[in-house]
């Protein structure tokens, strides 16, 4: 019993970090262009939390890059 509803709990929580990031043709359409921008930003000096801020941006662009490349969306 406790093993079933362990399962449950995992599986409703699994698919609500899966659908919480939407793709469509429109949104993937320029992400590789704002990853090489923030990359290019990354290459001059920058504050700590400028950095912190750039890799979170960078991590979620790249994940959703993935899920693109998944659905078979063109992402330049």
């Known amino acids: 019993m406790k093993y079933l509803l362990l ?22 359409a320029k992400i590789t262009s704002k990853i090489e921008s923030i990359n290019k930003k990354m290459r001059n000096k920058y504050s700590v939390k400028q950095g912190e801020s750039y890799r979170e941006k960078l991590r979620k662009l790249y994940k959703k890059d993935t899920q693109c490349r998944k659905k078979r969306f063109k992402t330049k």
């Open 7 to 28: 399962a449950i709990l995992f599986s409703i929580c699994s698919f609500n970090t899966i659908a919480q990031t939407k793709v469509t043709k429109k949104s993937c």
